[in-house]
């Protein structure tokens, strides 16, 4: 399969384009879009067959179900069996936005969208090519991350055609987007709702609108959570992998610096590349051939957007190892440790 690659403007958006890539949908094909948060893999969310061909396209398992976009409000109601109070007012601060909401579905949902659930993940997304295009789709986009299933999500169109060129219709290009990590999941078939994945929105921003929040225990790092098995069925797999061993380094900052320089030496002198993910505070203080600034602890949305791009950066460049520094900043900090843990297969090291 041929895939045709789209350059589109945001701010200025080519009708005939939008119109030629929801004619694709409609027929059953893919296309993959920008979106606020990541590039999705785009199909009609309410046709078997095309979910079934993202499944594959992607070489997701099965069982992880997908989420479905829409662009306008009345959308919503067919596809759920009801709309918790709470949901609505989350809905009226954040929609569109990196938002999920989970409701129990309608028989409008294929299973093979839903993942076989009697649930379904709804999400209107902010970004003006995705509202766009849902509109001229009919209503009803499946999109999970535009990726292949295990590797980094998708943050700029280069990074879908490295995955998916010759297996989808199309990609858009809008360039890269905002955000840079997948949407927060919150659960709403429960009260008080839960989070499922965490991501731009955090607790306390949930808490503000919502009151009482509850997070899932099975995406706490905890220990005493280990066998807790992750509510959402994408959150129980190693996700977001580079080809390199990643392991993330614990400690003073200071000790951090040490212990990753002391682990190069050794890793060096074994006949080994290494590269080293570290803030700018900090990113200087490497010894390592190939140190990656990832953004400023201050302004931690810099690192979000930046941390799945450095990831299939070291893919590129070739390294055997990777040491990264720990991201624990207050506001989206639970989102990029849940996504670069996730990345480490939980290698945690000491310093
Ligand atoms: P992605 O689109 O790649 O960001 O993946 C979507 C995420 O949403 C995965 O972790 C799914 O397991 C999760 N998800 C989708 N639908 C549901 C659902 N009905 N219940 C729980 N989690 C869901
Ligand atoms: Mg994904």
Redesign the pocket.
Known sequence: MNTCILKLDPQNIDAAAIERAGCILKAGGLVAFPTE??Y?LGGDALNPAASEKIYAA?G?PSD????VHIADMEHLYPIVREVPEKARLLASKWWPGPL?M?FN?TDLVPKET??G?S???VRMPNHPIALALIRAEGGYIA???A?TSGRP?PTRAEHVAQDLSGRIDMILDGGEVRIGL??T?V?F?EDPPVI??PGYINKSMLEEVLGTVRIDPGILNAEENKNVR???????YRHYAPKADLSVVEGEREAVIEKINELTRQAVSEGKKVGVIAADETSSAYTAADVKDIGSRETDKTIARRLFSVLREFDEDGVDLIFSESFETPRMGQAIMNRLLKAAGHHIIKA
Do not use: F, Q, Y
């Open positions: 948060t990541v999705g992607k997701r992880n179900p997908l989420i999920t989970i579905k839903s993942g659930l649930t379904v993940a999109a999970p991350s990726n999500s997948e949407s999941i659960d078939t499922l994945r992750p509510k959402a069925p994408g959150m129980r």
